[in-house]
């Protein structure tokens, strides 16, 4: 698989597809544009080798239809006052006007065509889009890790109809940082994991066993690992249809000689809302009819010692519902402490990006992912299907 780097791209015509996938507000506002930021090294490089630049994106999901909500014009917007550059908003992605319009770029010239998935060839992967799609294309630049686990025409079918294809920047540092911290980890490696759902998550675990030397689970997830190892709960989170697995997700972890942490206090309240009453006990001491909505004080305390050592840090999933001010202190602490280790850390998920924003500690995280549902397909030992139609491509080509 080639890098943008290694491609010749004066004069050409480079269809980069970036993920702007970015969340707006009720006035179409970006709140959020750091998936736009990610996108301009690739972007940057390409304008300044004299490529013609073609962006594709989707948004939303607006289901196969125009939804003029979801049009990309407030991202052409922000790119273009990244970039102090005009980008032109093109009317659709494929066509006759798309393609003339392509056609008369000059090098160094960059243009944003509009929401890919206004067409449900899109998602279907369609071929004959595919080919539609890629006709003014010399060469195709892959830098949308957050769609990477997707098997779509802009990501996987428009490869084999593009002679030049390749990785973006940012693509590169996704893959870069995710395979130093699981390929290759410098030791002890600590995994931290979170969130909501076991379900989620325990292909993920498993994968992980495999690798990490300490796993940290917290989050409305360890009250299902809680239950199976025969704590009563009260009224917490809990699959019951998946103790039995995550019984036997712990068996695993513990025949691979991963040592594992569960919380051993929790904040408990009647009701995850703002201002209901809450206490902080022992998880062994959670009354009936309440439930757990972060870890306490003492879990802060045992995962801080936890990560003291460790030499790669890779964090999934908030601690507690962070969301409310009353359940987010054990999210932060853990964020603190993962930023006050001396290891890699690698932090994956959108809501747990939010949080380490939250908390003021990106800046001292080595690498955070863009990819919410890319990185837990990758930490759950998958390959993603856009990197393997890149592969593809090559070795076709011998
Ligand atoms: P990410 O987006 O980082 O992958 P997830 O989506 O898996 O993370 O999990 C985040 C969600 O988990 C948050 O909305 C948070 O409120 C919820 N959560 C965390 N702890 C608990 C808990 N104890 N009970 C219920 N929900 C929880
Ligand atoms: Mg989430």
Redesign the pocket.
């Known amino acids: 698989m080639k890098f943008i780097g290694e491609i010749d791209l004066a004069n050409k015509t480079v269809y980069c597809r970036c993920d702007y996938n970015v969340p707006l507000d009720e006035n179409r506002n970006i709140i959020e544009d750091w998936r736009i930021r990610a996108s301009l090294p690739t972007i940057r490089h390409a304008l300044g080798k004299s490529a013609r630049v073609v962006v594709i994106s989707h948004l939303g999901r607006p289901k196969g239809n125009p939804v003029p909500e979801m049009s990309l014009a407030p991202v052409a917007r922000r790119l273009s006052e990244l970039l102090e550059k005009e980008v032109a908003l093109l009317p659709d992605c494929i066509g006759d006007e798309v393609r003339s319009s392509v056609k008369k770029m000059k090098p160094g010239e960059i243009v944003m065509l509009e929401n890919l998935r206004f067409h449900p060839e899109e998602t279907k992967n369609d071929d004959a889009f595919a080919r539609e799609l890629a006709a003014g294309a010399d060469v195709y630049i892959n830098d949308a890790f957050g769609n990477a686990h997707r098997s779509h025409a802009s990501n996987v079918g428009i490869v084999r109809h593009v002679a030049e294809c390749g990785i973006g920047y940012l693509m590169k540092s996704e893959l870069d940082y995710f395979e130093a911290a699981l390929e290759n980890p410098v030791r002890p490696f600590v995994a931290v994991l ?4 076991v379900s ?2 325990l292909e993920a675990i498993e994968n992980l066993s495999k690798r990490v030397d300490k796993l940290i689970i917290g ?2 997830m360890a ?1 299902t690992f809680l239950k199976a190892s025969g704590f009563e709960v009260g009224c ?2 809990v699959e019951n249809n998946l103790i039995e697995a995550a019984q036997r997700g712990m068996d695993k972890a513990k025949e691979k000689g991963v040592k594992l942490y569960f919380p051993v206090d929790a904040v408990i309240a009647q009701k ?1 809302a703002p201002g209901e009453a809450n206490m902080i006990v022992p998880v062994q001491e959670i009354p009936e009819d309440w ?4 870890i306490g004080p003492a879990s802060t305390r045992l995962f801080a010692e936890v990560l003291a050592d460790a030499k790669t840090v890779v964090w ?8 409310i001010d009353a359940f987010s202190r054990g999210t932060y602490a853990m964020a603190h402490a993962i930023a006050e280790t001396h290891a890699m850390t690698v932090i ?6 939010a949080a380490v924003q939250k908390a003021g500690e990106s800046e001292n995280m080595t690498f955070i992912s863009t990819g ?1 549902g890319a990185f ?1 397909w990758l930490m759950q030992g998958h390959k993603l299907p856009s990197i393997e139609a890149l592969e593809r491509h090559e070795s076709s080509r011998g």
């Open positions: 979170g969130g909501s759902k989620d998550k989050g409305g009250f917490s989170l995850p439930m757990g909505l972060d999934n999933g908030p601690m507690g519902v962070f969301e994956g998920g959108g809501d747990t990006d919410g837990l």
